[in-house]
């Protein structure tokens, strides 16, 4: 037993030795918190986002596009309320989120004034807010972040959760790290420049909520679907302060994913391998997780634990927004032995085994780690892809 004194400056310890052989167990248990807030107009965010950083030099990481639109207004905000600005931009899309574009930002880094209390902020969609919390949690061994989603995708899911990553051309987000942000400040505002199918990709991410873990976020997307494809911004903004609660509520319950077997895979299995065999370009995440929503799905229908019934108004739904439900609706011709194979790399990953998100009801999942190759190629068949 020791006492650690702190009187002033001085710092006393007396640690006795420990016994012959005596286990020595390290422990390091740590607490994460941080708000999520939902804002309609940019003048909002930014008055959060000057009082999250408190002082601190913000260093932006934000992509091409998102910079050309809204990195004056944003920068103008900023340097209003007082607040130092760094800037780094890297190309829009997929393809950054690479190994170089990290190394690029950490020379930047080291070449910037920037010092252990100053923040990272990233800018953008999923891909600045991956890199940048990665870039983010790796110099100076974990500078804070806080991210600023500016796609529908990062607002509903990419921006919460602290899972950061680059992607290795043999699968992705294959390194990486969790570091959780100090603050989310999804702004509905920015939404108004996003692309019609970055948007859907986005409703993707949130459907995916609604069928995990909400009946009534399933219903809520139903209902208002058309005042979403018009972005009406009170129902975006119950769409992102929604989606917000679900997942953060999800991933409380193993923010650290150490059993790997979170409902918010769904989708996922067969959507990273569609999207690696893509080449990480062509196909939005969202729009894989669409077609790997279908395909799951169609496994659980297959196996008599989901009702055709509710296979028939997920496919609605996602169709209603334009997502790809069969496989001709896939950029270029992803054949199935190619997705099957990317399949064999994740669960060389996983130690053996992939996890299958099954979907029962609405808001009832069951995970399965016995899918065989043969139940996957009958329901990759099924949405009409090429299989040997
Ligand atoms: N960490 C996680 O938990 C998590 C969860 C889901 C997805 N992701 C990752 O997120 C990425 C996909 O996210 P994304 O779709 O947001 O990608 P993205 O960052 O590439 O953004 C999509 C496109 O929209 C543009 N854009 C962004 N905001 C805009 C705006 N307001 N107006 C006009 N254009 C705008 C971007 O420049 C880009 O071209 C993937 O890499 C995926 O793996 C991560």
Same mark, same amino acid.
């Given at each position: 037993?020791?006492?650690?004194?702190?009187?002033?400056?001085? #710092?006393?310890?007396?640690?006795?030795?420990?016994?012959?052989?005596?286990?020595?167990?390290?422990?390091?248990?740590?607490?994460?918190?941080? =708000?999520?807030?939902?804002?309609?107009? @940019?003048?909002?965010?930014?008055?959060?986002?000057? +009082?999250?950083?408190?002082?601190?030099?913000?260093?932006?990481?934000?992509?091409?596009?998102?910079?050309?639109?809204?990195?004056?207004?944003? %920068?103008?905000?900023?340097?209003?309320?007082?607040?130092?600005?760094?800037?780094?931009?890297?190309?829009?899309?997929?393809?950054?989120? +690479?190994?170089?574009?990290?190394?690029?930002?950490?020379?930047?880094?080291?070449?910037?004034?920037?010092?252990?209390?100053?923040?990272?902020?990233?800018?953008?969609?999923?891909?600045?807010?991956?890199?940048?919390?990665?870039?983010?949690?790796?110099?100076?061994?974990?500078?804070?972040?806080?991210?600023?989603?500016?796609?529908?995708?990062?607002?509903?899911?990419?921006?919460?959760?602290?899972?950061?990553?680059?992607?290795?051309? +043999?699968?992705?987000?294959?390194?990486?790290?969790?570091?959780?942000?100090?603050?989310?400040? +999804?702004?509905?505002?920015?939404?108004?420049?996003?692309?019609?199918?970055?948007?859907? =990709?986005?409703?993707?991410?949130?459907?995916?909520?609604?069928? /995990? =873990?909400?009946?009534?976020?399933?219903?809520?997307?139903?209902?208002?679907?058309?005042?979403?494809?018009?972005?009406?911004?009170?129902?975006?903004?119950?769409?992102?302060?929604?989606?917000?609660? /679900?997942?953060?509520?999800? /991933?409380?319950?193993?923010?650290?994913?150490?059993?790997?077997?979170?409902?918010?895979?769904?989708?996922?299995?067969?959507?990273?391998?569609?999207?690696?065999?893509?080449?990480?370009?062509? %196909?939005?995440?969202?729009?894989?997780?669409?077609?790997?929503?279908?395909?799951?799905?169609? /496994?659980?229908?297959?196996?008599?634990?989901?009702?055709?019934?509710?296979?028939?108004? *997920?496919?609605?739904? *996602?169709?209603?927004?334009? @997502?790809?439900?069969?496989?001709?609706?896939?950029?270029?011709?992803?054949?199935?032995? =190619?997705?099957?194979?990317?399949?064999?790399? #994740?669960?060389?990953?996983?130690?053996?085994?992939?996890?299958?998100?099954?979907?029962?009801?609405?808001?009832?999942?069951?995970?399965?780690?016995?899918?065989?190759?043969?139940?996957?190629?009958?329901?990759?068949?099924?949405?009409?892809?090429?299989?040997?």
């Amino acid at each position: 037993m020791t006492t650690t004194q702190l009187d002033g400056l001085r #710092v006393r310890d007396a640690f006795p030795l420990p016994r012959p052989g005596e286990p020595v167990v390290a422990h390091a248990d740590r607490h994460d918190e941080y =708000a999520v807030h939902v804002t309609r107009t @940019l003048e909002d965010a930014l008055d959060r986002l000057a +009082s999250v950083l408190d002082g601190a030099t913000a260093a932006i990481i934000t992509d091409d596009t998102v910079e050309a639109i809204h990195g004056r207004d944003v %920068l103008r905000g900023l340097r209003e309320r007082d607040v130092d600005v760094l800037v780094a931009v890297i190309p829009a899309g997929e393809a950054s989120k +690479s190994l170089e574009e990290a190394m690029r930002l950490w020379h930047w880094l080291a070449a910037s004034p920037l010092a252990r209390r100053d923040v990272v902020v990233t800018l953008g969609g999923g891909v600045p807010a991956d890199l940048g919390g990665w870039v983010a949690s790796a110099y100076m061994r974990g500078l804070p972040y806080v991210n600023v989603p500016t796609t529908l995708l990062g607002q509903v899911d990419g921006a919460l959760g602290g899972k950061v990553a680059a992607n290795h051309p +043999s699968a992705k987000n294959l390194i990486g790290a969790f570091h959780q942000p100090r603050a989310v400040i +999804s702004n509905v505002g920015f939404l108004t420049t996003l692309e019609d199918r970055h948007m859907a =990709a986005g409703v993707a991410e949130a459907i995916k909520k609604g069928v /995990i =873990a909400s009946p009534d976020y399933f219903d809520f997307i139903e209902e208002h679907a058309a005042a979403l494809r018009r972005r009406d911004p009170m129902t975006l903004e119950r769409l992102v302060h929604a989606a917000s609660a /679900i997942k953060t509520a999800l /991933i409380a319950r193993d923010p650290y994913e150490a059993d790997l077997r979170r409902p918010l895979n769904f989708g996922h299995t067969v959507g990273h391998p569609v999207e690696t065999v893509s080449g990480y370009g062509p %196909l939005l995440h969202g729009e894989a997780v669409a077609f790997g929503m279908v395909v799951e799905s169609r /496994i659980a229908v297959a196996r008599g634990l989901m009702a055709p019934e509710l296979l028939d108004r *997920l496919v609605a739904l *996602l169709r209603g927004f334009g @997502l790809p439900t069969t496989a001709a609706e896939l950029p270029g011709a992803i054949g199935g032995d =190619a997705v099957l194979l990317a399949m064999e790399k #994740v669960r060389q990953i996983r130690a053996g085994s992939l996890r299958w998100v099954l979907p029962v009801t609405c808001g009832e999942t069951l995970i399965a780690d016995d899918v065989t190759a043969d139940e996957v190629r009958r329901a990759l068949r099924a949405t009409g892809m090429r299989v040997a």
